[in-house]
């Protein structure tokens, strides 16, 4: 069985941000590529059963793939408006355009809750991704990304392949709000909703904080905290986990003040990732030019020394 961890090189994962067809619906863990997810949950009533719960899931836009190449990217951001669906950033890696209809779920998902209980702790937020196709045919062919605690805690393969049951989550929140319409759109969902499109009624009464128990990591907390970001897979026996972030001390290890997070402002009614460190400048035309040009001047200097 080959090893096979389908990481993208940088170069090839921005062009393709540039350059992928828009998808419509939220990709999940059969497109082999899925599509960043961030998820919202009011926790006001019984985790399962809550009458005044909500649960909404907005597509970002970003394939897995894609949001690899940002790991390691000093100053890179990418922000979401969850009002609009704009998408703006900074950093060299992947494409800042996005087309989206996010319809009206932040404000009605913003106000239930908040009119049910305004304490932090009610509100909570996860990003996810999925992809499985290979999960069954190649080491490393299942493959997630979830936000996570600063110390991931022990994770089988077994466990890691199981957490495809969240794409019964996925494709029931497709057939809801401005998904199925919008190259990028959201939902919200109730308990009371269709089969599986509530985050903590998935598979029966599954929560997706855990990736419906798959994993002892709670993956969602208060829109108040900023969360780290893991990228998983698994070598055959046990899982692979790689944090977000920038070794700014060069010490080979992702340490305090280097993790790449995600935050929520609810007022300004945004999510954000950002990796710590300063972006590198971007060259402007005339500087490329001028490259471009100096490395013509050296290769007529090399013919010529080859040709006398």
Same mark, same amino acid.
């Given at each position: ?31 082999? =590529?899925?599509?960043?997810?961030? @998820?919202?949950?009011?926790? &006001?009533? *019984?985790?399962?059963?809550? $009458?005044?719960?909500? !649960? #909404? ?101 077994? =466990?890691?392949?199981?957490?495809? @049951?969240?794409?019964?989550? &996925?494709? *029931?929140?497709?057939?809801? $709000?401005?998904?199925? !319409? #919008? ?126």
């Amino acid at each position: 069985m080959k090893t096979n961890f389908k990481l993208k090189a940088l170069a090839v994962a921005a062009i393709m941000a540039v350059s992928a067809p828009a998808l419509a619906t939220m990709q999940g863990a059969t497109s082999g =590529n899925g599509e960043l997810i961030v @998820n919202f949950v009011t926790n &006001v009533g *019984a985790k399962t059963s809550g $009458g005044n719960d909500f !649960s #909404a899931a907005f597509d970002l836009g970003v394939t897995l793939n894609d949001a690899l190449s940002w790991n390691g990217v000093a100053g890179f951001t990418r922000t979401w408006n969850l009002d609009t669906g704009a998408m703006s950033g900074t950093g060299i890696v992947g494409s800042v355009s996005n087309s989206a209809n996010y319809g009206t779920v932040w404000n009605d998902l913003n106000f239930s809750a908040t009119a049910a209980n305004t304490a932090a702790a009610d509100f909570q937020f996860n990003v996810i991704a999925l992809d499985n196709t290979d999960k069954t045919t190649v080491i490393g062919g299942s493959r997630y990304m979830t936000t996570g605690p600063t110390s991931y805690p022990a994770l089988t393969a077994a =466990n890691l392949k199981g957490f495809d @049951n969240m794409d019964l989550y &996925v494709n *029931a929140n497709n057939a809801l $709000g401005t998904h199925g !319409s #919008a190259v990028n759109g959201a939902d919200l969902a109730t308990p009371a909703d269709a089969p599986n499109s509530f985050f903590r009624l998935v598979n029966g009464a599954g929560e997706g904080d855990t990736w419906l128990a798959k994993t002892t990591a709670d993956t969602t907390q208060s829109l108040a905290t900023a969360q780290k970001f893991w990228f998983l897979t698994e070598n055959g026996t046990t899982s692979v986990k790689t944090i977000f972030g920038v070794d700014l001390n060069a010490n080979t290890a992702i340490g305090a003040g280097e993790y790449g997070l995600w935050t929520v402002d609810a007022l300004s009614h945004t999510i954000t990732y950002t990796n710590p460190g300063v972006a590198a400048p971007v060259p402007e035309a005339s500087t490329w030019a001028m490259l471009v040009a100096g490395l013509g001047m050296i290769s007529m200097m090399i013919r010529r020394r080859t040709n006398s």
